[in-house]
């Protein structure tokens, strides 16, 4: 059901013209009747040609302009009303601009008061519209004028209104639903109610949703118009009793969407735009309120760059939900006017922003949730999956690259694949007779998680995964000169007898012994305790000249070495399937060796 929204300045007869549409008088309070004046948000519907419309009715008061906004950024067609008797006035200046800083492309401008206008007055106030409304939304708008009172003109508007309805087009679901807040209540015996238009999605009962803020909330019952409904599509309004929050917990700017389908944040980046024929600059100085959906928060902004609409980072008193392509109104709280209105480009920008950036953040804010998502990561470089549909909504990129949970650039990618590289390279510098970098440091010796170590090694044809460690494909681990001279020494040592010396005792360094035992040159037995391949060979072909059982000094004397040599060896031979214990006595298991299912040898 597409939404009617009035605009204009106060006593223009614009409660009086909805009434007479809808046959209901929007305004709540008894204030409002009493005094002839619109303080709050007004609601009605009707059908108009069979077309069912619903309407919000705001305020033209300049004191109340806080609620006005807070109703305007849900209208489909905007009810701009221009009393024929007094013409343009400071608030059809200033709703005007509001409805052209938020994009409402769809209207009809209604002269009312006719019935107490002459000829003459209606063509001038007429063509006070005119050239108030060029270069604006409403440029193009019919002017029908009206007196609700006589009659005369209503069929007439809502033949302009349906034409407006029509242009509009049918609204769009997104599986995104939306609902700012406008206003909040209790039934008894139901509980916490809230209204708003609804946008990007249906909402059913039963629906689990989230308050931003205010927390999760289950969706009891729904009505639209009065009428219960079990499902409310998109651009209704719609009264939801919901349930897992207390009134004090929600209020007028409260944002309930999909759980985690958007994110609040404080600061923001955001193209501004300035009313036409504005005479007040947007600096840096200014205490201004943001206006976004039906919230109002104090904020600071930092202008960035020159220019009718330079780009600026806002950063609010309390945290907002917005996510790019977001549209909201700026005041200027010291002579309490709207100063203008922006676009939000990035919900959680970086740092600092390049001319570049903003271009192709302000580029993509009209194309789909896939190219907003493409720009956001291309500025950002790197940005977790979560936040950047949550952002972009709903967004996926077609550009981007996917690691785990963050997607990255292109370009980011490349340096950081270029920087794992050298990475590695260096780890081979450093250690020349490691096998390779453990895949286990990858991540905190080059700023890479796991995800993103997987997506550099598979996508870089210059390195290899092989086992724990990340190498150079042609790398290969070679001792130098002076290293491989040492060993030859320390081989002799070795191969002198099987009563063989610590390894403590011998020249190489820790780095050369264990690429030797990579290499299959050693056989490390204990934590001092090495041999070469061929002794041990010559040890387990002994095992069989032992008796069936045999003791450690059976063990040792029969080999002739030490019992510092002969308690590890026996529990190397033990832990490797050659031999069995059974308290103080061993026994050969097999004489053909371990099977395969046994203990690694060497």
Known sequence: MPIIGTAGHVDHGKSTLVQAL?????????????RGLTIDLGFAWTDLEGTAVGFVDVPGH?????????????????????????????????????????????????????????????ELSTAEVVEHAAGTVA????????????????DRIVAALNAALAAVGPTRDLGRPEMWVDRVFT???????????????????????????????????????????????PG?????????????????????????????????????????????????????????????????????????????ILTTRSPV?????????????????????????????????????????????????????DALVAVHGEIDAGELSRSTGGGAPAAAISAGTK???????????????????????????R?????????????????????????????????????????????????EAAWRRDRDVLGAGLAVPRISDLEISDEVLHALIRRGDLIRVANDLVFLPEQMDEITARLGDLPGEFTVAMFRDGLGVSRRQAVPLLEWLDAAGWTRRRGDVRSVRSPNGPSADDAPSR
């Open 22 to 34: 809808t046959g209901r008088d929007p305004d709540r309070w008894a204030e409002e009747k009493d």
């Open 407 to 433: 997607f990255y650039s292109p370009e980011t990618f490349s340096l950081r694949g270029k920087a794992f590289l050298e990475g590695v390279d260096g780890y081979h510098v450093r250690f020349p007779l």
């Open 62 to 122: 300049e004191r109340f302009i806080k609620n006005m906004l807070a109703g305007v950024g849900g209208f489909d067609v905007a009810l701009f009303v221009v009393a024929a008797d007094e013409g343009w006035m400071p608030q059809s200046e200033e709703h005007l601009a509001i409805l052209d800083l938020l994009g409402v492309r769809h209207g009809v401008v209604a002269l009312t008061r006719i019935d107490l206008a002459d000829d003459d007055l209606i």
């Open 236 to 312: 209704a309004r719609v009264a939801a009793n919901i349930v897992g929050v207390d009134r004090g917990d929600i209020q007028r700017g409260t944002l309930m969407a999909l759980p985690a389908s958007i994110d609040m944040t404080r600061r923001f980046l955001a193209r501004l735009h300035r009313p036409p024929r504005a005479d007040d600059e947007i600096t840096d100085r200014g205490a201004y309120h943001v206006h976004l959906g039906t919230a109002t928060v104090p904020a600071r902004i930092r202008v960035l760059g020159d220019g009718d609409e330079p780009a600026a």
């Open 435 to 483: 096998p390779g970098l453990p895949r286990s440091e990858a991540a905190s010796r080059l700023d890479a998680d796991a995800d993103l170590v997987s997506a550099l090694v598979a996508a870089d044809p210059a390195l290899v995964e092989d086992g724990p460690v990340l190498h150079r494909l042609d790398f290969v681990p070679e001792l130098s000169e002076a290293d």
């Open 187 to 233: 039934i008894s015996g139901a509980g916490v109610v809230v209204t708003g238009t609804l946008t990007g999605g249906p909402i059913s009962v039963g629906d689990r949703m989230e308050c931003f803020p205010g927390g999760i909330v289950r969706v009891r019952g729904l009505q639209s118009h009065e009428t219960p409904r079990e499902t409310i599509g």
């Open 139 to 154: 440029a193009s708008w019919p002017i029908v004028p009206v007196s609700p009172p006589t009659g005369e003109g209503m």
């Open 321 to 373: 939900p917005v996510a790019m392509g977001d549209r909201f109104i700026l005041r200027d709280t010291g002579p309490r006017k709207v100063v203008g209105g922006g676009t939000v480009l990035d919900p959680s920008p970086i740092r600092r922003p390049t001319e570049d950036h903003i271009a192709a953040l302000s580029q993509a804010i009209p194309l789909d949730p896939a190219s907003r998502a």
